[in-house]
């Protein structure tokens, strides 16, 4: 093998690479957004069934998690909030989680 073939597939092995890690990162950062985004839906979802009374806060909460491809890992109430935490996959890495809290301001309070 010449020495130019040798340094072409070099830079190409690298080059693959680099590529493989910034799919690997672009997989993690999406997976971390997407259990943001499910997280404060399933608060906000938890939220409003307490304060309209629902019998189970959480249940909604976790319903509404997995509408966003998300499992529950933790729902907890703190006076009128709803603290959850949610678990996305993220293909070949360990799953993104994510923790919102969702309930009325102050004011709002009964």
């Known amino acids: 093998m010449s020495t130019g073939a040798a340094s072409v597939l070099a830079w190409s ?13 672009g997989t993690g950062l999406l997976a971390r957004s997407e259990a943001a985004t499910a997280a404060d839906l399933a608060a906000l979802a938890g939220a409003d069934a307490l304060a309209s009374a629902h019998g189970d806060p959480c249940a909604v909460a976790a319903e509404t998690a997995s509408r966003n491809d998300a499992a529950l890992s933790g729902c907890e109430l703190r006076d009128w909030d709803v603290l959850v935490t949610v678990q996305v996959e993220a293909g070949p890495l360990p799953p993104a989680s994510a923790r919102s809290r969702a309930g009325p301001s102050p004011t709002d309070l009964p």
């Open 13 to 25: 092995g690298a080059a693959t690479a680099v590529i493989g890690g910034l799919s690997l990162l």
